[in-house]
């Protein structure tokens, strides 16, 4: 899941952002308005992590350029203000969940994942394919019944892989879901990432390379 926190109180945005990369999610960081519509003019982001006061470019102008575009990214909206007032407006704005200060992180995170089911086909909560039993939730996985530890990266590629299905993802898609911004683009972190996750996994393979395509479950 790709992730972008839009947060101009630096030491929150960095903490959520850490968080989030140890769920295994991609995430990008921006500290203004201005940033963050630059970042989602280039980025497709699932979900959006929006403060609504921000400064240069104020947080609602943010959330209405989102809706403007027409884009499947889900806007969760970060406010000082708890008023039942202030969290209507902005879910008439356009965002799609909305959350006060000071929150719990469980609760953020829950509610980035349950944001992020909603870009794509409804799936079920806990993914199975080819043996493999994936609970995003949990951050567990299990192949044949038995438990696979993965790092982060790995579980991210892995649930990328799964949600897609049996059809083929390239590694430009995986980097892009995966990592955030500052890997390079040109780097081999994807095929190694995808090695050692079919090791990890075991025999039979079932992560399948496609030559000149990418890879499938």
Known sequence: M?????ED???LADAVATGLRREAMAVDVVYDGAAALERIAVN???????????PVVHGDDVCRKIVELGMPTRVLMLTASGDVSDRVEGLEIGADDYLPKPFAF????ARVRALGRRTTVALPPVLERA???LDPNRREVFRDGKEVQLAPKEFA???VLMRS??????????LEKAWDENTDPFTNVVRVTVMTLRRKLG???VIVTVPGSGYRI
């Open 203 to 205: 025999e039979p393979a």
């Open 165 to 174: 299905e049996g059809t083929v993802v390239s590694a430009e898609q995986l």
């Open 44 to 54: 497709d982001y699932d979900v959006v992590v929006l403060d609504r006061d921000l």
């Open 9 to 11: 109180e630096q030491l």
């Open 106 to 109: 469980t609760e953020l995170t």
């Open 2 to 6: 790709r992730v972008l926190v839009v």
């Open 131 to 133: 043996g493999i039993k």
């Open 157 to 159: 590629v892995l649930e």
